[in-house]
């Protein structure tokens, strides 16, 4: 699979404070790549820098395989974007500011402009001033800009951003089926885990302006384990039990009170019964099974939990 | 490029632009025959209304007000761009950031360039018309002083859109204020009228081949300078 985007070392520094330092990132052709990481972590600047808004203080980019520079921006015909939050002219109607950018890219196909609107369900919106849009509608809007010119690769910053639950879920549906319809490549990012992880095939967490892994979702699975956790006040006794009464010995005493139990041929009501017949008082008991946001947590040790 | 200037067209408030315009060239269309015949009626040092030629002097100085307006629109094109972030749509676009700003800066030329053209001609009628009536100059326009005038409005024209440029790239791309280009602007225009009542000798040519230069420099900083000051 070729490489749609390949990032050497990029860094960018604004006033003396870094904001990222040497990313080295990659996106292969056809997948959704997800970028995430807490608020003011880097990824929009990522993704600026990918686009051409600003410019990296150092490091390389390539864009489908050739060098990306402010000089060179030829492979910017073959992306869409959408950054931040959808821009636009909103002293002109939805149709003035997509043709606009269609002959800022050389692309003259008036079809292909109802097309666009007709996907994303945007309707009678001809003489209608973009500043009396809701910010859903803008945000479909910008997707309608990002796609229409049917590029090979659509950046989203935060593409679910409000939107209502309805939006979120055709967002997500629309990111998909282009994905996998017409094999257009996603860069997206988000703060938040179950958003990227019903999207991204494979994710980039970025962390205080770091790439500090790149994984599959697919080996994440993998890794998933379920356990059982309860609290209680007496550890050292429940610990004993546990080992001696249930022979359970894959056990995490994760903090003061609280205890994991890896082993989880034993049920929950077994547990249960074994500690409260040996007078162990259970404040509380229950299965989990470890998620993404685990995951990262344990990746991104001492930083901001995701939300 | 024709394509960019035309896109920065379609891109701005143009009915906005149009209106601004419009009280410009009315302003201006009387201001000769207002100065000639009530401002500078009892004044002894000056003698504009002496013959068509002298009036011409007060015609160019009173353009200068397009400089106001070039003000304006290096507001429109390029710090509205910026502070609506609608900057960074041209940014994403395959098209290098001195190309861009290249395109803005010959719409700028060009819009002040007619628009300054045009005042210069509906002045010159509205004071020939007003001179029928009620003999504000003495005399009548001879060929030489119709040439004179295409010729001087032409190249005034000209200087007054490349002046308007001066506070470009300090206050417009770097600075993105509005309020500063302004007062640029109109310290600009009135710098001659400034000079005057300072009793500071100084030839009015040599000072606005001055400018331009400066105008001129401000040009080159401006895209020279983009990919270091422009981001947004």
């Known amino acids: ?307 | 490029m024709n394509k960019l200037i035309e896109l920065e067209w379609r891109k701005l408030e143009q009915k906005k632009v149009i209106g601004e315009v419009m009280i410009y060239w009315v302003i201006l269309m009387f201001l000769p025959v207002f100065f000639l015949k009530v401002v500078m009626a009892d004044l002894a040092f000056t003698d504009f209304e002496e013959s068509y030629s002298s009036a011409m002097e007060l015609m160019s100085a009173i353009q200068m007000g397009f400089v106001l307006f070039g003000a304006s629109m290096i507001n429109h094109v390029f710090i509205e761009e910026y502070k609506n972030k609608t900057m960074s749509l041209s940014f994403g676009y395959p098209i290098s950031r001195k190309k861009l700003v290249m395109a803005k800066v010959w719409f700028i030329f060009l819009a002040v360039f007619l628009c300054t053209l045009i005042s210069f001609v509906l002045s010159g009628i509205t004071t020939y018309v007003f001179d029928l009536f009620i003999d504000v100059i003495h005399g009548l326009p001879t060929l030489a002083d119709i040439i004179s005038f295409t010729v001087k409005s032409i190249v005034h024209s000209a200087v007054v859109s490349v002046i308007s440029f001066v506070p470009l790239f300090l206050f417009g791309i770097w600075k993105r204020a509005v309020i500063p280009t302004v007062i640029c602007s109109v310290f600009l225009m009135q710098f001659p009228n400034f000079a005057g009542l300072l009793h500071i000798p100084l030839n009015t040519n040599m000072l606005y081949v001055v400018l331009g230069l400066i105008g001129l420099v401000s040009v080159y900083l401006s895209i020279a300078k983009v990919n270091q000051v422009g981001d947004i």
């Open chain 1, 1 to 307: 699979m070729s490489d749609v985007i390949r990032t050497y070392e990029l860094t960018k520094t604004v006033k003396g404070k870094t904001i990222t330092s040497n990313v080295n990132l990659t996106v292969k052709k056809g997948e959704t790549y997800g970028l995430l990481g807490p608020n003011g972590a880097g990824k929009t600047t990522i993704m600026k820098m990918l686009t051409g808004l600003i410019i990296p203080t150092s490091g390389e980019i390539m864009l489908f395989g050739k060098k990306f520079t402010e000089s060179a921006k030829d492979g910017l015909k073959r992306v869409g974007s959408i950054i931040e939050y959808p821009i636009f002219f909103e002293h002109l109607t939805a149709m003035e500011n997509l043709r606009i950018h269609c002959e800022y890219l050389g692309f003259y196909d008036g079809k292909a402009i109802t097309q666009a609107l007709d996907m994303v369900n945007l309707h009678g919106i001809d003489d209608k001033k973009v500043k009396d849009f809701s910010l859903g509608m803008k945000q479909r809007l910008g997707i309608v800009r990002a796609m229409i010119t049917k590029p090979e690769l659509i950046v989203l910053d935060e593409p679910t951003n409000g939107l209502d639950p309805i939006g979120i879920k055709d967002m997500r549906e629309l990111i998909r089926m282009l994905n996998k319809e017409y094999g257009i490549t996603f860069l997206l990012s988000s703060h938040i885990l179950g958003e990227i992880e019903q999207m991204a095939d494979r994710i980039g967490m970025i962390q205080h302006g770091k790439l500090v892994n790149e994984v599959a979702l697919a080996d994440i699975q993998k890794l998933r384990t379920d356990y059982i956790e309860l609290v209680t006040s007496n550890v050292q006794k429940t610990v004993y039990i546990l080992e001696h009464k249930l022979q359970i010995s894959n056990i995490k005493i994760v903090k003061d009170t609280r205890i994991r139990v890896y082993d989880t041929a034993r049920s929950t009501s077994d547990i249960s019964k074994t500690l409260i017949s040996n007078d162990i008082e259970i404040e509380e008991i229950q299965k989990h099974t470890s998620t993404l946001e685990d995951y990262f947590y344990h990746q991104i040790q001492g930083g901001d939990k995701f939300e």
